[in-house]
């Protein structure tokens, strides 16, 4: 009938204008692809120059047909000498041929003088290595004559070079190591006598003055502490008490004579 012919020939007209878009977006990405191509046919990728030296830098970009240019140098500790730092613009990006890489190159580690510690306390020896731009090391503690708490030594040692933020190991004096002896028994015994057998061990005398009880003899060592037998170190003190006479009593006023006859 007229209207089935009227229906396929829609259905005709509709499959040719889908096929005509088909062909319009093939045609525009065809186009784009090709504008892409020429627009990045003359560019190539950054090479990265980071960590390498000056001379190997300069060869990757003249291979790459791009120019380079130093912008800076500064200390660096984790690049050597004469090593590429940094790069503008940065490794990858798409560039064309005749533009200029910038790169920053270090100087290496800088040298710092290490400051003499020895006898510092702790806390001064460490701000003495911030200020110098070093850091601290280990710490390691000894018993050993001398002031405590104070540096007996160091590693890297003194006036040396070396690099900056190196860090620096400290030995610590911790005093020396305290020795305990038996305090002996010099009740009983004569002042100058106890006095003298306490120097022959280590120890001193603190003597005290007491007045003597009933029984007790004038010069002799009534008391003790530390008591015998009990720890002491050596070089301190043991007090002792010795026995002095009562002083004699004191005589009442003369009786006033009465007047004369």
């Not at 089935?4 to 889908?18: A, D, H, N, Q, T």
Request: glycine share 10%.
């Amino acid at each position: 009938s007229g209207m089935m012919k009227i229906g396929r020939l829609f259905v005709g007209l509709g499959k040719v204008v889908l096929f005509l878009f088909f062909l319009l977006a093939v045609a525009v990405g065809a186009l784009w692809l090709t504008l892409r191509v020429a627009t990045h046919a003359d560019e190539m990728p950054a090479p990265d120059l980071v960590g390498r030296d000056m001379v190997s830098a300069l060869e990757w970009v003249r291979s790459a047909r791009l120019n380079l240019k130093v912008t800076g140098e500064q200390y660096d500790a984790t690049q050597a000498k004469s090593h590429v730092v940094s790069q503008d613009p940065p490794a990858g990006t798409m560039l064309r041929e005749g533009r200029t890489i910038a790169v920053v190159v270090s100087l290496g580690a800088q040298e710092v003088v290490i400051p003499d510690l020895a006898g510092q306390s702790l806390r001064q020896a460490e701000l003495g290595l911030y200020k110098s731009g070093l850091k601290r090391g280990r710490v390691a503690r000894v018993s050993y004559s001398g002031e405590r708490d104070t540096v007996l030594s160091q590693y890297p040692t003194a006036r040396s070079i070396a690099n900056r933020g190196t860090p620096i190991d400290l030995l610590i004096n911790m005093g020396a190591a305290e020795v305990l002896i038996r305090v002996p028994d010099v009740v009983g015994h004569a002042q100058a006598q106890a006095e003298e057998e306490l120097r022959k061990i280590g120890l001193a005398a603190a003597v005290k003055q007491q007045e003597a009880g009933p029984g007790a003899k004038k010069g002799v060592v009534i008391e003790q502490s530390p008591k015998a037998g009990m720890p002491a170190a050596v070089g301190s003190a043991v007090e002792i008490v010795v026995a002095r006479s009562k002083p004699p009593a004191a005589s009442g006023p003369a009786p006033a004579k009465g007047p004369g006859p």
